[in-house]
Nanobody, 126 residues
Framework: QEQLMESGGGSAQAGGSLKLSCVGYRSTVKYCLSWFRQAPGKEREGVAT???????EYASSVKGRFVISEDIAKNTLYLQMNNLQPSDTAMYYC?????????????????????WGQGTQVTVSS
């Protein structure tokens, strides 16, 4: 049973950087891995996805600023967040779905993913 756990959240100034990590998925399974976020009072939104072929998709709001990656040897998923903005403030979740990513997964609010972490808070001040 996958037990995803995120870490690396915290506070940053606008223009700063944070790097999130996620562990707890199995090395023997091919997943579509992802990051989602949810701000208070807003719908959950996809941030980025990556699969074992290292194909990636990004939400337009983070493209060019965030990078999703996976260290396969460490079985760890990352989200490098650069040039953070106050609008990036949210709870960030990693999620996994067995199989390959589809291009629309990042736009589907997480309905395609069955395994979720508890989340890590990111707060960006101006």
């Amino acid at each position: 049973q996958e037990q995803l756990m995120e870490s690396g959240g915290g506070s940053a100034q606008a223009g700063g950087s944070l790097k999130l990590s996620c562990v707890g998925y199995r090395s023997t399974v091919k997943y579509c891995l992802s990051w989602f976020r949810q701000a208070p009072g807003k719908e959950r939104e996809g941030v980025a996805t990556i699969d074992r072929d290292l194909d990636t998709e990004y939400a337009s709001s983070v493209k060019g600023r965030f990078v999703i990656s996976e260290d396969i040897a460490k079985n760890t998923l990352y989200l490098q967040m650069n040039n953070l903005q106050p609008s990036d403030t949210a709870m960030y979740y990693c999620a996994a779905s067995i199989g390959y990513c589809q291009r629309w997964y990042v736009r589907n609010h997480g309905t395609d993913f069955e395994y979720w972490g508890q989340g890590t808070q990111v707060t960006v001040s101006s």
